[in-house]
């Protein structure tokens, strides 16, 4: 169930939980760049801050490292809008034929790039890189003994 906020200048429609629901907020350039200032005077608390424009803190603080960054710029705004020209085509030369997968031989060596061998005894074997089954077999008996 929605319910509809009728105390503030416009109306916000939440959910059972209290959440907003709708279409959201668009804050211009100047908006933005307004709130990070408040935030800049001596005192100011982010959280307060927020919280007067009906803000997430979080949001206040993407839009102080954008403003640290100079993205919060009228000017820099119409700069990063520019657009280049795209041609776009087909190639050429379209495959004719699926490819076909083909089967690679398994090396002789066990290839383990890490592994760690814990044995009932307490010990307890690291093992990385190319090592030889038998090898691996050897060391685990002499530490079996043990």
């Known amino acids: 169930m929605d319910y509809v906020d009728t105390s503030a200048d416009q109306s916000v429609i939440t959910d059972a939980l209290g959440r907003r629901s709708g279409p959201r907020r668009q804050y211009t350039l100047d908006e933005k760049r307004q ?6 005077l001596r005192g100011a608390s982010v959280a307060v801050v927020a919280r007067r424009h ?26 990063s809008a520019e657009l280049l020209p795209v041609k776009v085509s087909m ?9 076909v997968r083909v089967p ?3 090396p002789a060596v066990a290839v383990v ?7 009932a005894n307490g ?9 030889e089954v ?13």
């Open 35 to 40: 709130i990070v200032q408040e935030t800049h």
């Open 54 to 79: 009906d803000l997430n803190p979080n949001q206040v603080f993407a839009w102080r490292r954008l403003y640290r960054q100079g993205l919060l710029k009228a000017d820099t705004a119409q700069a």
């Open 91 to 99: 190639p050429t030369v379209m495959p004719s034929k699926r490819a």
């Open 104 to 106: 690679r031989e398994l």
């Open 113 to 119: 790039p890490s592994i760690e061998i814990k044995l």
């Open 123 to 131: 010990h307890s074997l690291i093992v990385r890189g190319d090592v």
């Open 134 to 146: 038998k090898q691996i077999a050897r060391v685990i008996d002499v530490l079996v003994r043990r």
